[in-house]
Each structure stands twice: as structure tokens, then as C-alpha cells.
């Protein structure tokens, strides 16, 4: 035999199906199966009749497996091959490996004679009976009742009286087994069997080594899950698993679970790099943190060879969320230390922990340490640490709470758009970040006078423009917003002010990947491209595109979620991720403009010939600080999400 080919059984009840007898949470998965030609063979204790009713809707043509393996369809003209079959009907070769259902239906009705347990099977319920105690429509409880190869009941009675029920079955000759809602009297068949018949007669048609995938949520589901090289449990709808061992537990009820699941098994996003990027991100961020504590924004010898408290500050949470404590705590330490005496923090500093600001104070550098401080203490109990620097917190609260406008909206000098026009104001980054600050600060004990459930009110009132969140309204010397769309409006989401399921959220997210998402070389640029903050060439940012993909996480789009982090990957330079890039005709624009208006730094002349030195340049494409902190910390911090939510 050569290659490999796979094939996949699934039972249906809470597996495929949910308790409404729905696959439509299973759509995703039933996709990508087709999309790859796998074989789905249903394999469950349903009757023919109602299996052709769900494989009509899957528009599903492969065989399948009734009643607990009583018997194997196989439609005519599927496989060219020959194989021993037991009769012809007019659809299907059967291979039946069951007792026929009037032996069944003698056997038990010879049983209840013998016992007290009272036996209640499909045979005697009418079909309204049934209904109500299946939950099935009458469509289906008709199907269900065309039973051949296998009888349902139920058992009422004493633990003692149903065990001596089911031994009087085996003394009988015949065997029986549990489902989801009922017992089940059968010959000696199990799923497990007739899973093993048809993989042998796969591997003869196609000769290729048949890899076998199993779904099931029942003890009667054992011997198929037993049978197949891999297989996997679903959650029942009580969110209980069936008593079964050494077989991997899915969570996720149901369909859910069973979608979930396939997503992980036909994973196309390519995993293996993903993790090497996160490997190295970790690398990078443990490289660029000094003796002191302090991070750095890139390489000494790079363009940014300082503390940024903001990027500090996001690298620690990267350290807080991949559980590397000792650091974390140590940025941590250094951050206490280069707290200004109003409370608040520089814009810049030296690695020595200098104040070497260029721009006014940014609001968000004092939120985003303290949320990183609350986050810390949060995850590790660290009350000492706590205690040490409750004075520092409680003199950053008091800034932060000093900068409350008439609006109840936080004024800032200066935030993460680091442009002019849109530095100074009431602006949404900063206030998001407050928020979660004061939020996550009250959690492990520290009190503040902000009313934040006022707080949020406002922000929701005023950044909102009836169509997505805008980012700035400035007050101060006159009235007026900044209603460009921009990816840190996002932040009201990854701060918690409302949830991503939200419809102003998902709103707001559209206008971004709308407006933002560049058409060209993709990923999530940092303003419209009119805006004019253009340093090394219009285009997109890892940080912000990675900010933007846990918005898909977090809502379950995995789909759309694997294309940000692809785009990721595909940027990535040797596991490195750049500030941003831009196509070598912007970047090359950016120069022009930038040195007729003689505003060229000596360090952006810098980076300019280190650009155009690079193999990507003479590609066509400009790569601005490889590598730099920032994004790194983001694809730590979006990894391990993605890894959380869906990988199993």
C-alpha cells in the first residue's frame, strides 16, 4: 500500500446532531470534510430509514453503518472492487451482522416473562408515545420505528431488578448495549465491527493505508471509538461524558464539540510555524529585557533603543499570559521605579530608567502599567508584592482620577496615535485602558472615587457615532471628533467594556477591516491612508492586525481568525515581525515627501538605508524595525488564545 487516506465515522444523537436533531453548528466541519473528499460514514444505533432522512439533508453518498453495526450499507457502483456482501436490496450491497429483528422482538417479549423489571420497547410505543418521549417530530419517529436489526427499550425497576433483566439478555444469547436515551437488544454486533469491514474493503479499493476518525458520545459508541485509530468523546448535553476510558474528552456540546473537533483534525493553517514564531517571539522578548527589568522597544543597535512604558507594558502582559512570572514581576519592578512623582509615566525612557521623553505624557502608559500590576497580582497571588507597592498604585490611581473631564471622560495629552491631530482629547485607547485599569485594580483591592459603571456609560454615549466608535473628541480649545475609523477602537472590546458578541463591536470591526485592511499587501493598517501619518510607508501593522484577530478568536471565527494570524506568518521574517511594511513604491514616496519638507530625522536616515539594503526592498516591499517588541507580545498574547479557544 502507498500514501495515506482517511475516513471518518460519526455517530449522530448529541454528536452530529444536537438535541434538536440540528447539524447547523457542524456546517463548518461537514464543509471542510467535503472540501477534502473524506469519506463520512454515519455510524449509529438509527434505523436505515431515518439514516437516508439525515444523509438526504448532509447530502452525504457514502455508506453507513444502522443499528449498532446490525448492518453496513453500501450504495451500488461505490466501490469497482469486489466484496462478500450478504444480500442485494435495491439501493444497497448489505453486509449484515446482526440477528433479525423478529428474534429480537421474541427474545424480549420471552424476557419480560421472566422478570419483574418493567420493559418498555419501541415495539409496543404508538407513535405519539414515542414522540414524547424521544423528542422526535412524527416524521422521524416513524422512521425510527422501522427497525430491522436492533430493538431500543427502557428498564423501570431496581438497580437489582434491571441488572438481573440484562443478564436473562445474555443468557439468551444475545447481547445489549446503552445509548444516549435507551437500552438496545442486538445480536452480536457491534459498531466496532463493522467499522473494521469497511476500512479493510477502503484499503483494497483505494490501496492506500486507511487512517480511521471517530466521533461518538455513548457507551453503545465504545467499540467503534475502540476500533479506529483516533478517536474522540463528545460532551453530552448535561456538559457529562459517557464512562468511558483512555479516549479523548471533546469539550463543546455536541455538533460544537464534533465541529471543533474536525476543524483541529483537517487543520490547514500551518501550526508548526505559528509555533516557531511564538518560540521565538518569547526569545525576542526575553532578549530585549535588561538585568533591571526593563524592556526594550527593539535591538540596542536598532531604532528604538529605549523603554517605551506602553510597549513595556504589553510585553509584560506576554510574560504575565505565557506564565514567565519571574519576568513579568521584574518589568514590573522597573516600571515602579520610573513612576514620575505626579504619578503618571514618561512617554520615553533610558535603559537606565532615565525620563527621556520627546512627546507630553500618554494617559494609557499609567493605565496599561497598572492593568499589567492587576493582571500580575491576579494570576499570582503575589500579596507581598502587592503590599510593597500599594503607595506607587494608589499615587497612579490618584493621576489617572485626576484627569477625569466634565464628560466623565478621561482628558489626555498624548496616546497610542503618537499623530498630532489626534494625540490630545478625550480619546478612546486611553479611556478603554483607564477603565480596565481601575477595573482590574478594585479586584485585588485598591479602591478608586470613579463610579466605572458611569465611566462606561459615557464611553459608550459619546464614542459612538451611530455607525462604528470613533477615536478622539477634542474639547479643550473647541468642540470637534475625529471620526476617521481606526484599530484601537477596538479597545473597548479588549478592555472589557463591552463584549465582542456586541453589535456596536462587530459594527465597528467591519469599518475597520473595510477601511483599514490594506488591498494590496493585506493585514490592518494603522490609519486611513489620507491621514498622513505615513513613517516609512502606508501600510499595515502586525500589532494592530494581531489586536484585530482576537476579535475573531474570541467570537469563535476561526475561519477568519486563521487568515489574520496566515497574513502573520507570512510577513514574518526569519520568525521576525517588523513595525509595519509598505509597498516599495509608498515607502519610497514617504522619503520624497519627507526630505522636500526637510523633516528627515538622522535616525530615520538610518533606518531608510537599512531598508533598502534588505532582500524584501529589492522584492518590492519595506520592512520598518525587524524585529520589534510590540507585535511579538501581541502574537504571544494572540497565540495562546487561539491555542485556548480552539485547539483541543
Not at 500514501?3 to 465515522?9: G, L, V
Not at 471565527?557 to 515581525?577: D, G, H, Q
Amino acid at each position: 500500500m502507498n500514501k495515506e487516506a482517511k475516513i471518518i465515522f460519526t455517530d449522530l444523537d448529541n454528536t452530529l446532531l444536537d438535541k434538536n436533531y440540528s447539524f447547523e453548528k457542524a456546517k463548518e466541519g461537514l464543509k471542510k470534510i467535503k472540501s477534502k473528499n473524506i469519506p463520512l460514514i454515519i455510524c449509529t444505533s438509527k434505523t436505515r430509514a431515518e439514516i437516508e432522512f439525515y444523509r438526504k439533508k448532509l447530502k452525504n453518498k457514502h455508506p453507513f453503518i444502522s443499528e449498532n453495526g446490525g448492518a453496513i450499507f453500501i450504495p451500488k457502483k461505490y466501490f469497482k472492487q469486489k466484496f462478500k456482501y450478504t444480500k442485494k436490496i435495491k439501493d444497497y450491497y448489505v453486509i449484515e451482522l446482526g440477528q433479525s429483528y423478529e428474534r429480537l422482538i421474541k427474545n424480549i417479549k420471552n424476557i419480560k416473562s421472566k422478570t419483574k423489571t418493567k420493559i418498555i420497547s419501541f415495539n409496543e410505543l404508538s407513535i405519539d408515545d414515542l414522540m414524547n418521549d424521544s423528542g422526535l417530530n412524527k416524521k422521524q419517529a416513524k422512521l425510527s420505528k422501522k427497525r430491522e436489526y436492533d430493538e431500543p427499550f427502557k428498564l423501570l425497576g431496581s438497580k437489582k431488578q434491571k441488572k438481573e433483566t440484562l443478564s436473562l439478555i445474555k443468557k439468551s444469547g444475545l447481547n445489549y448495549t446503552k445509548g444516549g436515551r435507551y437500552y438496545h437488544i442486538l445480536g452480536n454486533n457491534n459498531k466496532g465491527k463493522a467499522v473494521k469491514i469497511l476500512k479493510r474493503i477502503y484499503e483494497k479499493e483505494t490501496n492506500k493505508k486507511i487512517k480511521t476518525i471517530s466521533l461518538g458520545d455513548s457507551l453503545n459508541d465504545f467499540q467503534m471509538l475502540k476500533a479506529t485509530d483516533k478517536a474522540f468523546l463528545m460532551q453530552k448535553p448535561d456538559k457529562t461524558f459517557a464512562k468511558i476510558k483512555n479516549i479523548k474528552h471533546i469539550q463543546g456540546i455536541g455538533p460544537q464539540g464534533w465541529n471543533n473537533t474536525i476543524q483541529d483534525l483537517l487543520w490547514e493553517f500551518n501550526k508548526e510555524k505559528a509555533e516557531q514564531i511564538y518560540q521565538e517571539s518569547l526569545k525576542i522578548i526575553k532578549k530585549l529585557q535588561l538585568k533591571n527589568g526593563a524592556i526594550l522597544a527593539s535591538y540596542p543597535k536598532g531604532r528604538y533603543p529605549y523603554i517605551y512604558p506602553r510597549d513595556h507594558a504589553i510585553c509584560t502582559l506576554a510574560l504575565i499570559d505565557s506564565g514567565f512570572f519571574t519576568k513579568a514581576k521584574k518589568a514590573l519592578e522597573f516600571s515602579m521605579e520610573i513612576q514620575n512623582s505626579n504619578g503618571s509615566y514618561p512617554q520615553r525612557a533610558s535603559k537606565e530608567g532615565k525620563d527621556r521623553s520627546y512627546k507630553p505624557i500618554q494617559l494609557d502608559n499609567t493605565a496599561l502599567i497598572l492593568y499589567a500590576f492587576a493582571l500580575y497580582v491576579k494570576s499570582t497571588n503575589d500579596k507581598k508584592f502587592l503590599k510593597r507597592y500599594n503607595k506607587k498604585i494608589k499615587k497612579s490611581v490618584d493621576y489617572i482620577q485626576s484627569q477625569l473631564n466634565r464628560k466623565y471622560l478621561f482628558f489626555t495629552p498624548n496616546s497610542i496615535h503618537e499623530f498630532p491631530p489626534y494625540e490630545e482629547g478625550l480619546e478612546i485607547w486611553a479611556n478603554a485602558t483607564c477603565y480596565a485599569a481601575l477595573k482590574e485594580l478594585e479586584e485585588i483591592g485598591i479602591k478608586n472615587k470613579i463610579n466605572l459603571k458611569k465611566l462606561k456609560t459615557s464611553i459608550i454615549k459619546h464614542f459612538w457615532n451611530g455607525e462604528y466608535f470613533i477615536k478622539n473628541i477634542r474639547l479643550k480649545e473647541s468642540s470637534s471628533i475625529a471620526k476617521e475609523i481606526d484599530p484601537s477602537a477596538y479597545s473597548l472590546a479588549e478592555f472589557g467594556i463591552l463584549k465582542d458578541h456586541n453589535e456596536k463591536i462587530e459594527k465597528t470591526v467591519k469599518e475597520i477591516e473595510k477601511k483599514l485592511w490594506h488591498k494590496k499587501l493585506g493585514g490592518i493598517c494603522r490609519y486611513e491612508k489620507h491621514i498622513g501619518r505615513n513613517n516609512g510607508g502606508y501600510g499595515p501593522w502586525p500589532h494592530f492586525t494581531l489586536m484585530i484577530c482576537r476579535h475573531f478568536i474570541r467570537i469563535g471565527n476561526r475561519k477568519k481568525a486563521e487568515e489574520y494570524l496566515t497574513w502573520i506568518l507570512k510577513i514574518a521574517e526569519n520568525n521576525k515581525l517588523p513595525e509595519h511594511i509598505a509597498t516599495k513604491k509608498d515607502f519610497e514616496k514617504w522619503v520624497k515627501d519627507y526630505r522636500k519638507a526637510g523633516i528627515l530625522r538622522k535616525d530615520r536616515e538610518i533606518m531608510i538605508d537599512n531598508i533598502r539594503k534588505t532582500e524584501h526592498y529589492k522584492k518590492g516591499i519595506a520592512y520598518s524595525v525587524l524585529p520589534l517588541a510590540w507585535p511579538h507580545a501581541e502574537f504571544i498574547r494572540t497565540w495562546l488564545l487561539f491555542k485556548e479557544k480552539f485547539v483541543r
